[in-house]
């Protein structure tokens, strides 16, 4: 593909707007705004909540990458708009997807208390910024 300057420029706002959202999250929850630790008053609802953060964060990333590759690889031969229309929606889908797992596992870890939960929010972070809509990503995923 040739001139493909901008073609991913609302992805990659997508990207970074969702991205700010999050950090706000944490801000208010560390600055005391949003109140943490109200979730888990007894042990049994701490069980839960692990057990469903969990859940969530194996399910859905791995679900979020599968879905994106395979739409991918249906439209590799496609021509070159139907590529580009392919590749914004399935990147808008994806990062869609770890959103909803962060910004749940913030919340979970937030209202849980449980420090150790930490972990569960830092995958799908993690997950998310491997998630970043590059230019190159254009020409790579065409030549696959």
């Known amino acids: ?42 042990d049994t ?3 839960i909540i692990e057990v ?6 194996i399910g859905l990333i791995p679900l979020s990458g599968k879905k994106f590759n395979v739409c991918m690889k249906k439209v590799k031969n496609a021509d070159d708009e139907t590529f580009l229309k392919t590749l914004r ?18 919340g979970l870890y937030y209202g849980s208390g449980n420090k150790n939960m930490i972990y569960w929010v830092l995958i799908p972070f993690i997950a998310y910024m491997f998630g970043f809509p590059f230019k190159k990503y254009l020409d790579r995923e065409k030549e696959q």
């Not at 420029?9 to 943490?36: D, K």
């Not at 469903?52 to 964060?57: D, G, M, R, V």
């Open 89 to 106: 929606r399935e990147s808008e889908i994806r990062l869609a997807l770890l959103f909803v797992v962060l910004m749940i596992n913030i």
């Open 45 to 47: 609802n701490r069980y």
């Open 52 to 57: 469903a953060a969990i859940l969530l964060t």
């Open 1 to 42: 593909m040739k001139n493909n300057e901008n073609k991913l420029a609302r992805q990659q706002a997508l990207f970074v707007i969702l991205l700010v959202i999050a950090a706000a999250t944490v801000a208010l929850f560390e600055a005391g705004v949003l109140n943490s630790g109200g979730l888990a008053t007894y």
